[in-house]
């Protein structure tokens, strides 16, 4: 009799262990999502700011501006996102008509012509896409 008392708490014990376990994994993957929200606009802007430098030759000055420029729009658009629900097209474009407004200031004129050729050759393969697909 007294093993079979043993063994059922050490059953009922092992059982508390895994739940505490699950419960301690759940906070911590919760606490990990929220912040790659935040994260993740820090990667995106990063991407961002190395696509468009090998399109027009960003100086190691103007990197981290136009990053924090990019970082600046996506964080906007998650707190637009999170008053509203979903975002607008006038509110993308709100968006990106202030960064190309500040973009525009950081960069050259040369610079510029080579970003405005960038975004027109981005935009014509888009719409070919989106052509392709019949959308």
Do not use: H
Not at 13 to 40: C, E, H, P, Q, W
Not at 83 to 107: C, F, G, M, R, Y
């Amino acid at each position: 009799m007294c093993k079979l008392v043993s063994l059922k708490n050490k059953t009922i014990a092992m059982k508390n262990i895994r739940s505490l376990i699950l419960g301690l994994v759940a906070v911590f993957s919760l606490n990990t999502v929220m912040a790659d929200d935040t994260k993740g606009n820090e990667l995106k802007a990063k991407e961002k700011t190395k696509n468009i430098a090998a399109q027009i030759n960003l100086t190691a000055e103007q990197m981290p501006q136009v990053e924090a420029l990019y970082l600046e729009g996506f964080n906007k658009l998650d707190q637009i996102k999170a008053e509203k629900t979903t975002i607008s097209e006038e509110d993308k474009n709100a968006v990106v008509t202030e960064q190309e407004t500040k973009l525009k200031l950081i960069l050259t004129a040369d610079q510029w012509t080579k970003y405005e050729s960038y975004k027109a050759r981005k935009t014509a393969k888009t719409a070919n896409k989106a052509t392709a697909t019949g959308k």
